[in-house]
């Protein structure tokens, strides 16, 4: 034993000294071939260079690159000041080719802050153009996404197999094996709907889908007018939203931790949980407190689950405290059916208030704002509903699609009238015509699907589209007016966030990103527009665009980094009554590099 065992230490070192010696020798290679043009990236030092030695965290010439950031941060390149736009920047494969094969799956290769330095990522080896929706609900290119390990892990359950060159997805799930469709059809007759559609004729639109997984359950509700905010995290199974934004379907890289989601209260009609293994009972019922407040007032709790059905001691105790916990938060039982059971919000204050004294969960503070959610902790407590919500006993909400253009009831709480609403909405009809118009040349009618609206102020951008097959991710900034309750309150789906920061989201993820006065604003907060460049690059799909609105020293600031971005400009426009702004269209090419082959390859021996 002792002898076979030396034995392959001895071929794991060989192995090592082998891989160690390929990555000098393609380094060697990579870096020799530079001065000739052989490589996809025009990649080496003299780039970083222009791009500010302050990135390779040396101090040489630190006063000359803290003057070129203060003069990229202003959008004014004088002609002379060229030299300081890169003509590329460098790919990320090689900055951690000895990092964990954890890291560069997950498209996450750059160094960290103290190291950094700007770099794109590439597609993995053998990338192609996605599969076009609806097709693509049912299947992906599997070189797209090459982590196969969840159709091995979930094959008895559906989720996906692996056919070919392709992943499949059969719409089944660790709860519904025999397909999400029926499953549906099933709560909604559980819940006595007219024809077993879970829209309730349009009561129905916003749902929160809880460890989504794959995200078919989000994906098969589209057919019936209702948009999921699909959420899991990058755990065990990994991947997971990556296969649902390739696959076409809403959906969010996030977690229920400690902090709030990034939804205001009231979002929601109904929230989901299949097998979704979490601990709802932990921290007093920090989790399902936290539902709680994202749910509309009679929203509904759908909960597929084991201790649903109550088999053993253990199942037992669970739905015992979980039954008690729920009953203290007035919630009710609306319908339970073998490992299914679905709870009601309450319409209005009145069971709160009827409470014992000292009954726990308590009511949150008075003084407590529920749709503050930026970096903002969850708190044990019940979110009462305002005077106004308590009296008129509901959300007040217009059936879907009604509500999609009627002024929403929270419109006040910022001071907003009906007839700037209306306005408002016909001024993004306007513009969104004119986006179409410039991008007609370039696409067909199912160029499009995942679409990202990076301002997007009363979510009009997103209302425009309601007759392309195609979903928005509204995105609010964190320090601006918190229209995104608005935004689910016309019937579409958003997350806030800063744009000084990293989207959470995989490479690779997005048709089309529309950036409203996006550069101005962080030129303010004094963060990098290049930054914001890279990562708008990150979470572009290839041959995907993008829209800038924005002053015409932004746009004339993007355009010089077109070439190297791997970017091509394909239409411009004057301003249509938007003061000093201008829109440039943008495509990203579908560029190449024998990096991917080496990541595969290196994967391979290290794997």
Not at 159 to 178: A, L, N, Q, R, S
Not at 195 to 212: E, H, M, S, Y
Not at 385 to 410: E, K, M, N, Q
Not at 532 to 561: A, C, H, N, S, W
Request: with cysteine; proline share 6%.
């Amino acid at each position: 034993m002792r002898g076979r065992s030396d034995g392959g230490q001895k071929r794991r070192l060989i192995t090592t000294v082998g891989v160690i010696a390929i990555f000098f020798v393609f380094l060697y290679v990579y870096f020799g071939s530079h001065s000739h043009g052989e490589s996809a990236l025009e990649y080496g030092s003299r780039s970083l260079r222009k791009i500010g030695s302050s990135y390779l965290g040396g101090d040489e010439d630190a006063d000359r690159g803290s003057k070129q950031d203060e003069s990229l941060t202003k959008f004014g390149l004088e002609d002379g000041e060229d030299s300081i736009i890169p003509k590329s920047f460098p790919v990320s494969l090689p900055i951690l080719l000895l990092s964990s094969k954890v890291e560069l799956e997950k498209g996450k290769h750059c160094p960290p802050p103290e190291r950094r330095f700007n770099c794109l990522i590439p597609p993995p080896s053998g990338y192609k153009i996605p599969i076009k929706w609806p097709k693509s609900r049912d299947e992906v290119w599997k070189a797209n996404i090459p982590h196969t390990h969840l159709a091995h892990e979930k094959s008895d359950q559906n989720w996906m197999v692996v056919k070919g060159d392709k992943i499949i997805f059969p719409g089944g799930g660790t709860h519904f094996h025999y397909g999400a469709d029926k499953y549906i059809a099933s709560l909604a007759n559980m819940l006595n709907f007219a024809n077993n559609k879970l829209n309730n004729a349009g009561k129905i639109r916003t749902v929160f889908d809880v460890g989504c997984g794959v995200a078919s359950f989000g994906g098969y509700l589209l057919s019936s007018d209702i948009i999921a905010m699909s959420l899991a995290p990058n755990d065990v199974h990994q991947n997971q939203i990556q296969f649902a934004l390739e696959r076409g379907i809403p959906a969010y890289l996030g977690v229920l931790g400690t902090k709030r989601l990034p939804y205001p209260s009231r979002s929601f009609e109904l929230a989901h949980c299949s097998r979704c293994r979490i601990d709802w009972l932990q921290r007093d019922g920090i989790l399902l407190l936290e539902l709680d407040r994202v749910l509309r007032p009679g929203g509904y709790f759908a909960y597929s689950s084991p201790e649903a059905y109550a088999q053993d001691e253990e199942d037992l105790r669970i739905w015992r405290e979980m039954s008690a916990l729920v009953e203290r938060m007035c919630w009710k039982i609306a319908a339970k059916k073998n490992q299914t059971v679905i709870w009601v919000k309450p319409l209005t204050n009145d069971c709160y208030m009827e409470r014992e004294p000292g009954t726990q969960p308590p009511l949150c503070r008075a003084n407590d704002d529920p749709d503050a959610v930026w970096g903002v902790a969850m708190e044990p407590c019940i979110t009462p509903y305002s005077d106004h919500d308590h009296r008129t006993r509901g959300s007040g909400l217009a059936p879907w699609p009604h509500r999609l253009t009627a002024p929403p009831p929270r419109l006040a709480d910022f001071g907003y009238s009906n007839e700037m609403f209306e306005k408002d909405t016909e001024l993004w009809q306007q513009r969104v015509e004119n986006y179409w118009n410039l991008l007609s040349p370039k696409i067909k009618s199912n160029s499009l699907r995942n679409l990202m609206d990076m301002k997007a102020n009363l979510g009009s951008f997103g209302a425009a589209l309601k007759e392309k097959d195609v979903w928005v991710m509204n995105v609010v900034p964190e320090d601006g007016p918190n229209t995104l309750k608005l935004i689910y309150d016309r019937g579409l789906i958003g997350t806030v966030h800063n744009w000084c920061e990293a989207f959470s989201t995989y490479p690779r993820t997005y048709d089309l990103l529309h950036a409203w006065t996006i550069f101005s604003d962080i030129e303010k907060k004094g963060c990098s527009p290049e930054d914001l460049l890279l990562e708008m690059d990150r979470i572009l799909r290839p041959t995907g665009f993008i829209i800038i609105r924005d002053k015409q020293p932004v746009v004339e600031f993007v355009k010089k980094y077109l070439q190297a971005l791997h970017w091509e400009a394909v239409a411009t426009a004057d301003s249509d009554g938007d003061g000093n702004n201008f829109v440039l269209v943008i495509q990203k090419k579908l560029w190449l590099t024998r990096l991917s082959g080496f990541k595969k390859h290196v994967l391979g021996v290290i794997g």
